[in-house]
């Protein structure tokens, strides 16, 4: 209980694709991909940050 299967994954796709349309997923997806490459890369560039005082 709680946890979804691929049926239910399936269907929650279709439901998506149906309310967004093709495109728009599309646009959403790369919005999303640009958005976790930018919190990556200022995570590791905090963490740099870091090392760098640490080392001083």
């Known amino acids: 209980?709680?946890?979804?299967g691929l049926p239910e994954l399936l269907v929650i796709f279709l439901i998506v694709l149906l309310l967004f349309g093709g495109s728009r997923i599309k646009d959403v997806?790369?919005?999303?991909?640009?958005?976790?490459r930018e919190f990556k890369k200022a995570m590791s560039g905090s963490s740099d940050k870091k090392d760098n005082e640490e080392k001083k």
């Open 1 to 4: 209980m709680g946890s979804f």
């Open 29 to 36: 997806g790369r919005s999303l991909g640009e958005g976790i």
